[in-house]
């Protein structure tokens, strides 16, 4: 397993950015699929984003399709969420998560099935004028 810290979390108009980061600690995170899920105010936890070990196959839900990027860097073991265009529904407590040995090709068609080995803590993302 690895321990996952998130960070970046804040509150931000409509229309604004923000970027989370997760760090990872421990070994193979090379070797790790990450992902982005979030829970808003009384609402269930549902995925945001995924990536597969090496970067090179990414998924998003449909509703941050075209807003919202993931992205990771093996040598710092780190997965970013680039988050563009924020609207007030995307408040939630955004967590990262991370699934060892995942194909990239299940990361590309069902990434929420994924069983994920580890969690983080969350960070709170609030979208209000």
């Known amino acids: 397993q690895v321990r996952l810290v998130e960070s970046g979390g804040g509150t931000v108009q409509p229309g604004g950015s923000l970027r989370l980061s997760c760090a990872a600690s421990?070994?193979?995170?090379?070797?790790?699929?990450m992902a982005w899920f979030r829970q808003g105010p009384g609402k269930e936890r549902e995925f945001v984003a995924a990536?597969?070990?090496?970067?090179?196959?990414?998924s998003y839900a449909d509703s941050v399709k075209g807003r919202f990027t993931i992205s990771r860097d093996n040598n710092k073991s780190t997965v970013n969420l680039q988050m563009n265009s924020l609207k007030p529904e995307d408040t939630a407590v955004y967590s990262c998560?991370?699934?060892?040995?995942?194909?990239?090709?299940?990361?590309?068609?069902?990434?929420?099935?994924?069983?994920?080995?580890?969690w983080g803590q969350g960070t709170q993302v609030t979208v209000s004028s």
């Open positions: 998560a991370a699934a060892y040995g995942v194909q990239p090709a299940v990361v590309e068609t069902t990434p929420w099935l994924i069983e994920y080995d580890s």
């Open positions: 421990g070994r193979a995170f090379s070797s790790y699929a």
């Open positions: 990536i597969s070990w090496s970067g090179g196959s990414s």
